[in-house]
């Protein structure tokens, strides 16, 4: 397993005894983009103690963080999830795996976004109160800005319509929510890529 460490924002190999250490590169990992959907206070991000935590002052702030793989078509994700803990429900942290559609002069025409949202009407919600592993290849998920209370699809159905498509990036974002207050995220894996934050 490749692993590594986020450190002020930044990505940086951490050493491990496998023949492919020295040739792995660690991917683009962002925690830039804090704002607000209605322009009021933006959220925050902040990482102690291999932890990344957003802080959320009301229901309109967000935090975004992005992990950009190299090369990954979406039917080669084998391993897609991340641990959260939030203070208070209302669907405040969820995953999207976005994509990019190639058009025949090979140049980006669109995107297409999978998402995994912890939080259906009538069910528990996951990570509230206590940490929760969610394994997104083996939960319910959306295509685009399907309503997150409409009916979900399985992943295997989501590599059935996207599974060519090349993944641009896969982010997990607290905020823009029923709900307001922190989200700690740990263990954001992507295939044998975990990033450990620091």
């Known amino acids: ?21 020295a040739a792995t590169v ?12 209605n322009g009021g206070t933006p959220g925050s ?14 229901t309109s702030a967000y935090g975004v963080i992005k992990m950009f793989p190299t090369n990954l078509k979406v039917k080669d994700i084998k391993t897609l999830q991340f641990k959260s803990l939030s203070s208070v429900g209302g669907g405040m942290v969820y995953m999207n795996v976005v994509t990019d559609v190639i058009g025949p002069d090979g140049k980006v025409i669109a995107n297409h976004k999978i998402k995994y ?28 800005d399907a309503d997150d209370l409409t009916p ?10 996207l599974g060519n498509e090349t993944v641009n990036r896969v982010s997990i974002t607290a905020g823009c929510s029923m709900g307001f207050g922190t989200v700690q995220v740990d263990k954001f894996q992507v295939n044998s890529t975990t990033i450990d934050f620091k």
């Not at 660690?26 to 959907?37: E, R």
């Not at 979900?152 to 319509?161: C, I, N």
Request: aromatic fraction near 8%; glycine fraction near 10%.
């Open 1 to 21: 397993m490749r692993k590594f460490i986020i450190a002020a924002g930044l990505a940086t190999a951490l050493l491990v005894p496998s023949a492919a250490s």
């Open 26 to 37: 660690a991917p683009v990992v962002t925690m830039d983009t804090l704002g607000s959907c």
């Open 45 to 58: 991000i902040a990482v102690n103690k291999g932890i990344a935590t957003f802080a959320l002052k009301d």
């Open 117 to 144: 949202v912890p939080y259906a009407l009538g069910t528990p919600e996951l990570g509230i109160g206590s940490w929760y592993m969610h394994n997104v290849l083996t939960s319910g998920v959306r295509l685009n």
């Open 152 to 161: 979900a699809m399985t992943w295997a159905q989501a590599v059935g319509q």
